[in-house]
DNA sequence: ATGGTAGACACTCTA
């Protein structure tokens, strides 16, 4: 069973190029993001004729996740946890999260706040996200350790500093703060490892690279987006890539598909 | 090449 995450930047400007990708990758369960639409303006058929169950969480222009499935799609939920954060005042929801049972495995696509500055109440509001996403995946472990849980998706964090082309760049900067390593490192520590990493080892290997300045062409990249599984699922991995070929060429998302190759249970 | 990247939407916001 093969399981991807991908940043899509918008699923309409490149619905072409989106369906190409699904079509000729053999991909079993895709977790999109930044769909960057509401639900009724998502291409839910387009995907079903591709031979894909859909589910879409978008409430408007912004943000925006799905889960395409051709293995089963069931127990579809929108929040992770009733504590989840929303921002502003009134707090409005924010569609950064959709989860369904797919092929057996508990599949979450994320799409973590962007934190803007180390200044902007974005970022705390990043911060406290991601706690309840740790405490949340902690109690879904303490109830059945063995569950296959994947948390997928763009983090909005680079980890370590091999996960971006110049830690002096960063500096003062959102993704690389210490608190921001610290909330990945715990999710982590609760019990969700990088299966993407130890095949693709860095450093120089990324995920993400800025439309801006030839980023791309100048291999100045960030490594956010990450599958993270629970024991249960990280034994079956026998393989992942970063297809960073999507990222080439016009039209392309400023993120690259992040694609796992798992073991039958 | 007087720009700077891109997408949503309607003018400025988000990343």
């Not at 879904?140 to 296959?148: F, R, S, T, V, Y």
């Not at 993400?208 to 956010?224: C, E, H, S, T």
């Not at 970063?242 to 190759?261: Q, T, W």
Request: glycine share 8%.
């Amino acid at each position: 069973m093969r399981l991807a995450t991908w940043n899509v930047n918008s699923v309409r400007a490149r619905l072409d190029r989106v369906l190409a990708w699904v079509d000729r990758s053999d991909v079993d369960v895709v977790a999109l993001q930044e769909t960057k639409c509401k639900d009724e303006q998502f291409p839910t058929q387009a995907f079903e004729d591709l031979g894909y169950q859909v589910a879409h969480r978008g409430l408007s222009q912004w943000n925006g996740v799905a889960l395409l499935s051709r293995v089963g799609l069931e127990d579809v939920a929108t929040e992770f946890s009733p504590a989840v954060p929303h921002f502003g005042e009134p707090a409005a929801a924010e569609a950064r999260a959709i989860g369904a049972t797919c092929g057996g495995i508990r599949v979450w696509s994320l799409y973590v706040p962007n934190g803007r500055t180390l200044d902007d109440p974005h970022y705390l509001y990043k911060l406290r996200w991601l706690e309840v996403l740790r405490d949340a995946g902690r109690e879904w472990l303490a109830a059945d350790p063995e569950l296959p849980v994947a948390l997928v998706g763009d983090f909005n964090i680079a980890p370590t500093d091999d996960d971006v082309w110049d830690p002096a760049f960063f500096e003062g900067s959102t993704h690389v703060s210490g608190p921001e390593r610290e909330a990945f490192a715990a999710l982590v520590e609760a019990g969700f490892a990088d299966v993407v990493r130890p095949f693709t080892p860095g450093p120089g290997v990324f995920t993400y690279w800025d439309y801006q300045q030839l980023r791309f062409a100048k291999r100045q990249g960030m490594r956010i987006d990450f599958v993270l599984g629970s024991p249960g699922l990280a034994r079956r991995v026998s393989g992942a890539t970063i297809d960073r070929e999507e990222r080439k060429g016009k039209g392309a998302s400023d993120h690259a598909p992040v694609v796992v190759e798992l073991d039958a249970p």
